[in-house]
Nanobody
């Protein structure tokens, strides 16, 4: 079992920046691709960004490309989502997820992810 815990959420003004962290514990010896998803009130969960185990493959939603950066530190079993130029439409609960079935491929489908964090609220508002 892999446990994922997000941190770093909060309230930020439009145009501001925020970095989310996702710490993994439990069975961390295996390899897995990681991704961030988000869900706004009344909307379906959507893919935000993903990174393969090796770090060679990244995938970003069009709405965040150029503003968000996903990264990971495998030695610390932690991944990050650096968010810049935040907009009110970025307001959502952000969740990290790990896929053990896809290690060097980044899927955008929630069904391909085995483990999920509890989520962190990000609110962009003036």
């Amino acid at each position: 079992q892999l446990q994922l815990v997000e941190s770093g959420g909060g309230l930020v003004q439009p145009g501001g920046s925020l970095t989310l962290s996702c710490a993994a514990s439990g069975f961390t010896e295996g390899s897995y691709a990681i991704s961030w998803f988000r869900q706004a009130p009344g909307k379906e969960r959507e893919f935000v960004a993903g990174l393969s185990w090796s770090g060679a493959i990244t995938n970003y939603a069009a709405s965040v490309r150029g503003r968000f950066t996903i990264s990971r530190d495998n030695a610390k079993n932690t991944m990050y989502l650096s968010m810049h130029d935040l907009k009110p439409e970025d307001t959502a609960v952000y969740s990290c997820a790990a896929s053990t079935r896809h290690t060097n491929y980044v899927s955008r489908a929630t069904a391909d992810y085995d483990y999920w964090g509890q989520g962190a609220q990000v609110t962009v508002s003036s």
